[in-house]
């Protein structure tokens, strides 16, 4: 069971990316995803997740109106799109599953709520 993220780069500050969760060996589609990034010396921070279906998605209150949250489970792949990006977006993304449901736990936004992790890819805002 693996997961993997793409897609993180460097952009200028109000630039957009999309990030990508593609899992191997686990079905997406069945299970909420998480988003969290960590910047260096910062603590773990919950940016957004979503259930099974897509039908119910919640992001943090410091990316609302410039992250969103979707899904394409026909491509077992979780989106990330960041729009409008400033330098304190700067962090390590990781995308994360949790395997024992499909929709999401009441306290969704904690890192020990899921139990499957990728890698990660790194996001730096710019000029």
């Known amino acids: 069971v693996q997961l993997v993220e793409s897609g993180g780069g460097l952009v200028q500050p109000g630039g957009s990316l999309r990030l990508s969760c593609t899992g191997s060996?686990?079905?997406?589609?069945?299970?909420?995803i998480g988003w969290f990034r960590q910047a260096p010396g910062k603590e773990r921070e919950f940016v957004g997740a979503?259930?099974?279906?897509?039908?119910?998605?919640y992001v943090a209150d410091s990316v609302k109106g410039r992250f969103t949250i979707f899904r394409d489970n026909a491509k077992n792949t979780v989106y990330l799109q960041m729009n409008n990006l400033k330098p304190e977006d700067t962090a390590g993304y990781f995308c994360?599953?949790?395997?024992?449901?499909?929709?999401?736990?009441?306290?969704?936004?904690?890192?020990?709520?899921?139990?499957?992790w990728g890698q990660g890819t790194q996001v730096t805002v710019s000029s």
């Open positions: 979503i259930t099974w279906n897509g039908g119910t998605t």
């Open positions: 060996g686990i079905i997406l589609g069945q299970h909420g």
């Open positions: 994360a599953a949790d395997q024992r449901r499909r929709w999401l736990s009441d306290t969704y936004y904690r890192a020990n709520e899921y139990d499957t």
